[in-house]
């Protein structure tokens, strides 16, 4: 079966802290694409990555970076130097290629930056 | 600017009433999905359709149905809601492989039902 786990419900650090958002995903399958949502107070989910099955390397966006590791089946999301407008709901997702119209989403993690 | 529209913010419904949630897309998506967000539960999915007149059951389609009879708009149906049926729901669309891009979200309609 497939899974994603973001085992941290809420976090809540000082502005200009680093913070990294865990999420771990369950699948047999070979061939999947891992994705990160931002849900901010407006509630309109945003797209920030997508990495698929097959592509390791990490990413840098600016003050944002993401580390795959299959090894561990992780896909953690690491914010430099937060700021209060990164305060939002953080959702990282699971698509399969075998059915690739289905989009597998963690609880998702709320991130809150206090000035 | 791409754009996936919902056509309430905010409802407040009686119990047994028949509600209509309504999605419309711009961007000539085949795909287009209705999910249901609650705390610590995430966003389960209660249908997709990917193409018009035809749709899928997602995790948790008891007690909701839907309808897409434009490639561009597509339709949740509360055929009698019920209390338990409280939540956020959230619409969102995508071509044909979702994989390969991401899925574009609507703003959210959150529904009381009471």
């Known amino acids: 079966a497939q899974k994603v786990t973001q085992a941290q419900t809420e976090i809540s650090v000082v502005e200009k802290e680093d913070v990294t958002l865990d999420c771990v995903y369950e699948t047999r399958d070979t061939t999947y694409y891992l994705f990160w949502y931002k849900q901010p107070p407006s509630g309109e989910l945003v797209f920030l990555i997508r990495?698929?099955?097959?592509?390791?390397q990490n990413e840098i966006s600016g003050r944002y970076s993401w580390n795959f590791q299959k090894s561990t089946s992780s896909f953690n999301f690491t914010i430099t130097a937060s700021q209060v407008v990164d305060s939002a709901v953080y959702f990282c997702a699971l698509t399969l290629y075998s059915s690739a119209s289905k989009i597998i989403f963690g609880s998702g993690t709320r991130l809150s930056i206090r000035p | 600017d791409v754009k996936v529209t919902q056509s309430s913010r905010y409802l407040v419904k009686r119990t047994g009433e028949k509600v209509f949630l309504e999605c419309v897309q711009d961007m000539d998506h085949e795909n287009m999905f209705w999910y249901r967000q609650d705390p610590g539960l995430g966003l389960r999915l209660i249908y997709f359709?990917?193409?018009?007149?035809?749709?899928e059951k997602g995790d948790i389609p008891e007690g909701y149905s839907v309808s897409r009879e434009k490639k561009e708009r597509f339709s949740l149906i509360l055929e009698s809601a019920s209390t338990n049926q409280t939540s956020m729901y959230l619409c969102a669309s995508s071509p044909p492989v979702v994989g390969n891009t991401e899925a574009f979200f609507g703003q959210g309609t959150r529904l009381t039902v009471v």
């Open positions: 990495r698929n099955s097959f592509d390791e």
């Open positions: 359709s990917y193409d018009v007149k035809m749709k």
